[in-house]
T-cell receptor, first 113, second 111 residues
């Protein structure tokens, strides 16, 4: 069974601060995706990383896939209240054509004024 | 932008009753999924469906669960005899070769 552990589980910060969320596993993934989920809604895709060591930037968000494709991080620069939400990482397995995603435990972020 | 739609948004049912959760995936997508999220817990894979058959299912997806694509647009999840522990958000998702697109979910409450 593939497991993805996210840390921290909860994070409450002030506007303007930087933060990093980690997603770790002992399993190798063919790709890893980051989602953001608002209350009462489904997860919305932020980014997909595929290559070990890959770094992708989406405005103030920087995503990195570990060299061994077992872990990933999400860094937010100068957080804003609009960044508040549940951040989920999800890995696609190396077998079965990546047929399903294994979701991480989630990081609940709250950015206060 | 096309989206995955799910109905109803909230379903309340009594223990032992059958429920059908409905999804309309994005029209040109070929792979379909159901996930669930128990309150306060992580999103869990239930089943994937491709070419009119189940391609993979989890341990959660036991004989009480079934999926169907009755026509070219709908994708349904049936729970034959609901239990209290089936209470959760159920998300439908679809994709072609790219990432999953999720619907907004159906909140199932079993009383």
């Amino acid at each position: 069974t593939q497991l993805l552990e996210q840390s921290p589980q909860f994070l409450s910060i002030q506007e303007g601060e930087n933060l990093t969320v980690y997603c770790n596993s002992s399993s190798v993934f063919s790709s890893l995706q980051w989602y953001r989920q608002e209350p009462g809604e489904g997860p919305v895709l932020l980014v997909t990383v595929v290559t070990g060591g890959e770094v992708k930037k989406l405005k103030r968000l920087t995503f990195q896939f570990g060299d061994a494709r077992k872990d990933s991080s999400l860094h937010i620069t100068a957080a804003q209240p609009g960044d508040t939400g549940l951040y989920l990482c999800a890995g696609a397995g190396v077998t079965g054509g990546g047929n399903k995603l294994t979701f991480g435990t989630g990081t609940q972020l709250k950015v206060e004024l | 932008e096309p989206e995955v739609t799910q109905t109803p948004s909230h379903q309340v049912t009594q223990m032992g009753q059958e429920v059908i959760l409905r999804c309309v995936p994005i029209s040109n997508h070929l792979y379909f999924y159901w996930y669930r999220q128990i309150l306060g817990q992580k999103v869990e894979f239930l089943v994937s469906f491709y070419n009119n058959e189940i391609s993979e299912k989890s341990e959660i997806f036991d004989d009480q669960f079934s999926v169907e694509r009755p026509d070219g647009s709908n994708f349904t999840l049936k729970i034959r005899s609901t239990k209290l522990e089936d209470s959760a958000m159920y998300f439908c998702a679809s994709r072609t070769l790219g990432p999953l697109h999720f619907g907004n979910g159906t909140r199932l409450t079993v009383t």
